[in-house]
């Protein structure tokens, strides 16, 4: 089974400053993506960014970029300029489509808080 | 924003009572899942839909039941609610291969359900 840690339950960043935020996982699987959601205090879920195993290069959406090392099995989401909207749960989330099944295993989640 | 409805949205029930919680979508899509959020868990898979009456169980699957008659909706049922099922409930969509963006969940707004 595949396991997702996010190691950190709660972080801070001033505004304006860059933050990283770590997730690791565990799977044998080869073909497999990778996600960040985020749940603001309004409690919705909205995907901030996707990554395909299978690419190299390193997915990035706007001030959100994420460091891929396959190897390591590392997903660290980096999100830049912080504003205060990006005040957050965020969540690290794995999903391998073999089989046809199309779970999806959510890391713990880290509370993000942007200080003005 | 991905049509997704949940109702209700917040409900209070008592112990050993029946409680369902519905899930419905505009999107038509494949799969269907039902999530509950916890404190220092994250979401945590209860039930899954790969199809119209095809559904398997989660990671936390006991004391749970799902029906799926319709693409649209899937049903989840607390046959007898106990206080450890007190959550938030996240339905979640995604389309399979095949389709733009097969692999990502949107998710549903939640529900808050208590149990007394």
């Known amino acids: 089974a595949q396991t997702v840690t996010q190691s950190q339950p709660e972080m801070s960043v001033q505004e304006a400053e860059t933050v990283t935020l770590s997730c690791t996982y565990d799977?044998?699987?080869?073909?497999?993506?990778l996600f960040w959601y985020k749940q603001p205090p309004s409690r919705q879920m909205i995907l901030v960014i996707r990554q395909e195993a299978y690419k190299q290069q390193n997915a990035t959406e706007n001030r959100f970029s994420v460091n891929f090392q396959k190897a390591a099995k590392s997903f660290s989401l980096k999100i830049s300029d912080s504003q205060l909207g990006d005040t957050a749960m965020y969540f690290c989330?794995?999903?391998?489509?073999?089989?046809?099944?199309?779970?999806?295993?959510f890391g713990t989640g880290t509370k993000l808080q942007v200080i003005p | 924003d991905a049509g997704i409805t949940q109702s209700p949205r917040h409900k209070v029930t008592e112990t050993g009572t029946p409680v369902t919680l519905r899930c419905h979508q505009t999107e038509n899509h494949r799969y269907m899942y039902w999530y509950r959020q916890d404190p220092g868990h994250g979401l945590r898979l209860i039930h899954y839909s790969y199809g119209v009456k095809d559904t398997d169980k989660g990671e936390v699957s006991d004391g749970y039941s799902v029906s799926r008659s319709k693409t649209e909706d899937f049903l989840l049922t607390l046959e007898s609610a106990t206080s450890s099922q007190t959550s938030v409930y996240f339905c979640a969509i995604s389309s399979g291969a095949g389709f733009q963006n097969p692999y990502e969940q949107y998710f549903g707004p939640g529900t808050r359900l208590t149990v007394t």
């Open positions: 989330a794995f999903m391998s489509p073999s089989g046809g099944y199309q779970k999806v295993t």
């Open positions: 799977t044998s699987e080869n073909n497999y993506y």
